[in-house]
């Protein structure tokens, strides 16, 4: 059985990503894997999180970022110079078991081993980080529905820990400068550590390569079908424009 593979080169809106990623876990039949980018930038939030709590709404604002409600849960999360995942899969399948941990554990295997192809020494961190040399470069979250696993994830082709910050509230402004530079000795991203820019095709491919051999599959390319676009604008529609801002 080959996986779908469905490649967004062109950028979505955070509305339509979530809206997509949504559609494509009702209609899962095969496991399917996507691979895209953002524009305009994107703050996503939790799933149970409180946006006024959490963001900046007006420097979201001033500075063209969109903000977007997943229906996973986890913290919030900058979407800008990075590729990012999904992975859609019925909880019973011959890859891993539905156990959460070990779900997570196969699904960032996966990402490791396109991590690896550049040359780079990745690890896993319980339940859902990947590191490279003591640094977080990818992060992820899953929501079940149905059966199906959704399972999208973050990895950082390039990294602004500054404009990250100036879009989230802290607690005490004083504290502002030590939260970014603890944040710039925890967080990576590819460019930093091949000290080279490699650009998102390059990145998709090794995602690519990486799912394939972990998972021991072949890939059948495929595109969205007409009933998961017109699904995927529904959604996006009635749930993510509508429920977004809300808490």
């Keep these: 059985m080959k996986w779908r593979l469905i490649i967004h080169k062109q950028p979505h809106t955070a509305f339509e990503n979530m809206g997509i990623d949504a559609a494509l876990q009702e209609s899962c039949t095969v496991p399917v894997v996507r691979l895209y980018t953002w524009q305009p930038p994107a703050v996503s939030i939790g799933r149970f999180q409180s946006l ?3 963001i900046d709404e007006q ?7 969109d903000i977007v409600r997943r229906i996973t849960g986890g913290g919030a999360v ?35 081993a396109g991590l690896k192809k550049f040359g780079l020494e990745p690890a896993y961190i319980p339940i859902n980080d990947i590191i490279v040399n003591g640094k977080k470069i990818s992060g992820c979250a899953q929501t079940r529905k ?22 989230l509230k802290v607690p005490d402004e004083k504290i502002r400068d030590k939260l ?12 930093q550590q091949l000290g080279k820019q490699m650009s998102n095709e390059e990145v998709m491919t090794a995602l ?3 799912f394939k051999e972990f998972f021991n599959i072949e890939f059948e390319v495929s595109e969205l079908t007409p009933k998961e676009k017109k699904r995927a604008a529904e959604i996006q529609k009635t749930v993510f424009e509508a429920w977004s801002y809300e808490r």
């Design 52 to 54: 006024h709590d959490e």
């Design 59 to 65: 420097q979201c604002k001033k500075n063209g970022v």
């Design 78 to 112: 900058f979407h800008d110079a990075e590729v990012t995942y999904s992975i859609c899969i019925r909880e019973k399948n011959e890859y891993f078991s539905k156990d959460l941990h070990e779900s997570y554990q196969a699904i960032c295997g996966a990402v490791i």
């Design 146 to 167: 149905k059966g199906i696993i959704l399972q999208h994830g973050t990895l950082l082709v390039d990294v602004d820990v500054d404009k990250m910050f100036s879009l």
């Design 180 to 191: 970014i530079a603890s944040a710039k000795e925890r967080v990576t991203s590819i460019h």
């Design 208 to 210: 690519v390569d990486g």
